[in-house]
Each structure stands twice: as C-alpha cells, then as structure tokens.
C-alpha cells in the first residue's frame, strides 16, 4: 500500500459542456486554485455519460470519480441530467455491491457562474479521497496479476 | 492407432457445471453427424482420455476444440494453454469461457472465503475441520490438487481465442447451426466467419427478438415476478420487472421472456457493448419516472441485489472483473 503521505489521488471529472465545464473554466480565469489530481473530460451533456465511462475508470487504475453537471432543472437538453442523476444512484448501489467505498464517486451540479463552488467540490472531493487511500482496482484485477494461490494449505494448515 | 483422415475435434471443461456438454448431446441425432466427419479425440465427459495423450499429440493438429468453462486454478489454465496449442481452432463455448459465468460471481469473494465456504460454514457439517489433502503420496509419485487462482479469468484473458460461442448454455439449435457450418468449411462449401467473431448467435438483442409489445418505458416501481400478474403481451421492463434484454445479445429466440420470466442476461453483452453491467445501469436508470433523488431510491430499492442483476453473467468479463474483496485482502 501506498504511504498516505505521498499518495496522489488520480481522479477523473466528467463535465457537461453548458455548465460545470464552464464552472472549471471561470474556476480558472477567476485564478481560484484546485487541485491538478482532477482530470475533467468535457461531455456534451452529464446525459452524455455512459456508465461505462465510469467502470473503465476504475478499471485502469482511477482512485475516484466526480461527475457533475447543470442544476436539476437547468439543464441545456431539458432533463438529460435527471437522467444522469438516476445513472448515477443506480451505479452507486452497483459499485457497492463490487465492494467500492460509495464515496469515491460524487455527483456535483456547478452553473457556469459557480467556479468557486466547483473549486472547493474538487478540493474537498481530493481529501475525501487521500483519506480514503489508493484504490489499486486496475493493477489489481489485470489477468497478469493472477498468480496461483495455496489457499488449501493455508486454511488447512 | 490406424492413420484416421477425419478431422479431430476435443472438447473440455474447466470451471463449469457441464450443462454445456449436456446442451451438445440436446442436438440429439445431429451427433451422429459429429461422428460421422470428426475423430473426437478428448472429451472427458464422453470418452476416456489421459491428459498425457493430449500432450503427445502434434501442435495444431485439433481442428476444432470447444472449450468451456472459465479458469479458476492451474489444472484449468494448464489444459487451456494445451488445447490453445494442440488445435487450430479454439472455441470460447458457453458462457462461463466467454464471460465468466456463475462461477466468475465468486470473483465477489477472495479465494481463502470461497475455501472456508466450501468446507466450513452452517450449512456443511464439517465438525473435525477435515479439508482435502493437498498433496498425497501414490506409488506412481505425489499428486497434487491444483492451486486456485485469486479470481476466475474468461478463456480469452488467458489465451487467444478464435471464436465465442455464447450462452448458458448455448442453445442447441445454434449449436446445431455451428456444427453445420463447420462440416460445410470442410466440405468447401462455405468460408469460416472472420476470427474473433461471435457465432451461433443472432444480430442484436433480446429485445429485437422478443415478441412482446412495446411502448415508451416508464417505471414508478420494480417488481419481481412473483409480485404480480404479469400481462402476456406487454413488455417486461415495461411492467416493472427487471427485464435483461436490451443489453443481451440475442440468439435463444427471447425465450424466458417468451414464457413469462426475464432475461437474466445468459448470452452476455450484446454487439458494441463495452460493458454489460453499465449497458443495463444506463437501461434501467433511463426508464425510472422520477426526478427526486429520493423517490429514484425508493424505486431502487426494488433491484435488492444490483451487482447480480447486472453482472450474474459477466463479472469476469467485465471492465472491473471482481469485486474489491476478491483481491483487496486488507480490507476483507
């Protein structure tokens, strides 16, 4: 395991163009700091976002997943982030039930007005995540990392 | 052995329950016809046959070996990685080689869970805590039970796989049609389908099979189908129940469905689906009639068990493969 004092999350950020992209970038104009752990992927929409999206994350080696997107009610294709929002409690019972700490994924609605809001989402979500530690899910669930273990032995033993 | 011009053809198991043999043998008379232009040459369900025999046979000279099962130890990948080498063409056959399986689901657990559950929990009477000899001493030498691995691989996460042949099992009239096709290659009357192709399975999804009606989906509530009266002619999903079909792909003619029950996703994603757990996340959570996140989990509540709604076939598969615990031994 990682030392926690030199662990740097890898988060990945999925943000709809009309808003919460738009959050990051006064976020960044306005000179309001976040952290550079947050990777954002620009989506059309938070409708946009295929759970697959998600999982494949994970899978290659992402400690935690921040998806935002407009204000229910505010979205730029009506509902599509009501839909979002369904996706992402469905995938948080299913990420549950893999053994995933619901904490490393986060819904965060940010309006293209909100860069602080959407800066202090980051930060705070990077903490959350430091203290929570590395997830290890990519190196670990590879087919190359199976080496064959004497279970038997030791139970038996 | 007399010098035998019929094409050889093998067939093995590794982590399965056999229903896959049991589905071969359901092509009733067409195994005649498996006889007729094959030399079976290893079948351990059907005929004796020494792994030894296997080895001294010439690489590649199997051409076709249907391999089910998923490999969960080393007896599993040895045999595997043998059949990859003896034979020209290697069929992921069934659902546990392609994706997984049921047996992939113990990837929710590590393997020393899966041991103690094997042999010591309420359900096995096991008072003296008696477990298998790991190794015994015969006269021809020491045997050993082969070591399990820390998850359950799909066939094509540990060696190169020509075709995928879905299903749990596949249906046999598809088997059927696969066993044609391959004697028509034979006879040079057709091409084989371009490698890594999926075979004896229709074009799309169960839903394009099923002959139920459809509207636009919106669901306030999920059942199971015990809960209500289920109408014949509409759609499952439609009805609130938990209804696999739009991420699986077809070729069983929407057969649960057809009699009243859901697809529960045995021939795995359909075509152009990276994932199958996420296809049906997306699914389900796109029908849900509900924008208040806590009347969404109200309505969530109604899938008790969503990994194993989603991934009962496809764990090992799957972008994730296992669950946390099956590798994350600390936390366990």
């Known amino acids: ?157 | 052995m007399t010098a035998n011009a019929k094409p050889k053809f093998a067939m093995y198991w590794a982590a399965s329950c056999g229903g896959c043999e049991i589905a071969v043998l359901n092509i009733h008379e067409k195994i005649l016809e498996v006889d007729a232009n094959f030399d079976v040459v290893f079948w351990p369900v059907a005929m004796d046959a020494k792994y030894k025999d296997l080895e001294a046979m010439q690489d590649g000279s199997i051409l076709l070996t249907l391999f089910n099962g998923g490999i969960r130890n080393e007896e599993n990948e040895h045999l595997a990685k043998l059949l990859r080498k003896k034979s020209k063409i290697l069929v992921a056959f069934g659902s546990c080689a392609c994706e997984g399986c049921i047996p992939g689901l113990a990837n929710l657990s590590n393997s020393r869970e899966i041991v103690t559950t094997a042999f010591n929990t309420i359900s096995t009477d096991n008072p003296q805590q008696i477990y298998p000899l790991t190794s015994y001493a015969v006269p021809e030498g020491e045997i050993h039970i082969p070591k399990i691995y820390p998850r359950l691989r799909t066939l094509d996460q540990v060696v190169e796989v020509d075709y995928y042949m879905p299903g749990c099992p596949p249906e046999s009239h598809q088997i059927a049609a696969v066993i044609d096709l391959v004697i028509q290659v034979l006879q040079g009357k057709a091409e084989l389908p371009p490698k890594g192709s999926y075979i004896g399975v229709g074009g799309s999804t169960v839903c394009d099979e099923c002959k139920r009606t459809r509207h636009l989906k919106t669901v306030k509530s999920f059942k199971r189908i015990w809960d209500i009266e289920i109408d014949p002619e509409l759609c499952l999903l439609e009805q609130g129940i938990p209804c696999n079909g739009p991420a699986t792909r077809s070729g069983c003619n929407a057969r649960c469905p057809s009699a009243g029950a859901q697809c529960i996703g045995c021939y795995g994603p359909a075509e152009g689906v990276i994932d199958y757990g996420a296809r049906l996340v997306s699914a389900f959570a796109s029908i849900i009639d509900s924008n208040d996140p806590e009347e969404i989990d109200r309505i969530l509540d109604g899938i008790p068990d969503p990994t194993g709604q989603f991934y009962r076939f496809n764990l090992a598969g799957s972008l994730l493969k296992a669950g946390k615990s099956a590798w994350d031994k600390e936390k366990v």
């Open chain 1, 1 to 157: 395991m990682d030392n926690n004092d030199t662990f740097e999350p890898v988060i990945i950020g999925f943000t709809c163009n009309w808003c919460s992209y738009r959050a990051a970038d006064l976020a960044g104009t306005s000179r309001t700091k976040y952290p550079a752990n947050i990777r954002l992927i620009r989506l059309m929409c938070s409708g946009r976002l295929d759970p697959a999206f998600v999982f494949k994350a994970l899978a290659n080696g992402a400690d935690g997943v921040m998806i935002t997107g407009c204000h229910p009610g505010e979205c730029h294709y009506i509902e599509q982030n009501y839909k979002a929002l369904r996706r992402f409690q469905l995938m948080r019972r299913t990420l549950q039930g893999l053994g995933l700490e619901p904490a490393r994924l986060k819904l965060v609605w940010a309006s293209a007005a909100e860069g602080t809001k959407f800066a202090h989402e980051v930060n705070s979500f990077v903490e959350e995540i430091r203290a929570l530690g590395p997830l290890h899910w990519g190196k670990s669930a590879q087919p190359s990392a199976a080496v064959a273990e004497p279970v038997l032995e030791e139970v038996a033993a």
